[in-house]
């Protein structure tokens, strides 16, 4: 499966005016979506769309590719239920798809109580991605990424947290064992 959306149409007419002097293309949502189909480029919208987030961190490579991430805090989304993305766009000031990406199963699904991460990438032309602005929280992935892991990790390391009372348990229990087996 691959994790590189397609341009759209309009993205692509978005470049073109970009790159005569006629503004700029500024891209600074996702949207996700719970229905797929085959990507064409001629896309104008999601099939069923569920969720729109702010672009968590970007990265422009010389090459022209731009890397674009995300992580959802679903405790933040005001979802009720788990909802599968199926379906991705990346949205300019206007909300119209800018590059979009689909498939047939579920890239994993976006929760009221969990948090979702991604990263894709987009292969352009230096020239096309140089007339891209991308508006992010503009703190880099690592830190990002970094500052969710430590939280998970001291949740569960905490003297109280079940999952460490159940290991210290198993732990005085194989102690036990062990000294019994000795005597």
Do not use: C
């Not at 007339?131 to 905490?158: H, M, N």
């Amino acid at each position: 499966m691959s994790l590189q959306p397609v341009l759209t149409d309009i993205g692509r007419d978005a470049l073109i005016q970009a790159q005569i002097g006629q503004g700029q293309v500024v891209i600074s949502k996702v949207a996700f979506g719970k229905k797929s189909r085959l990507p064409t480029g001629h896309e104008t919208g999601l099939v069923e769309q569920f969720l729109v987030w702010p672009i968590s961190t970007s990265t422009f490579l010389e090459s022209g590719q731009i890397d674009l991430a995300v992580l959802v805090e679903g405790s933040e989304t005001g979802l009720t239920e788990d909802q599968p993305v199926r379906e991705i766009a990346f949205l300019d000031a206007n909300d119209r798809p800018i590059f979009y990406w689909s498939t047939t199963g579920a890239l994993g699904a976006i929760t009221p109580a969990t948090a979702y991460a991604l990263t894709f990438s987009v292969a352009l032309a230096p020239a096309d991605a140089a007339v891209i602005q991308i508006v992010d929280a503009g703190a880099p992935w690592e830190v990002l990424f970094g500052a969710r892991v430590a939280a998970l990790e001291a949740k569960f390391t905490s003297a109280t947290s079940p999952l460490n009372l159940a290991l210290k348990g198993l732990q005085d229990a194989a102690w036990r064992n062990h000294f019994l087996s000795q005597s």
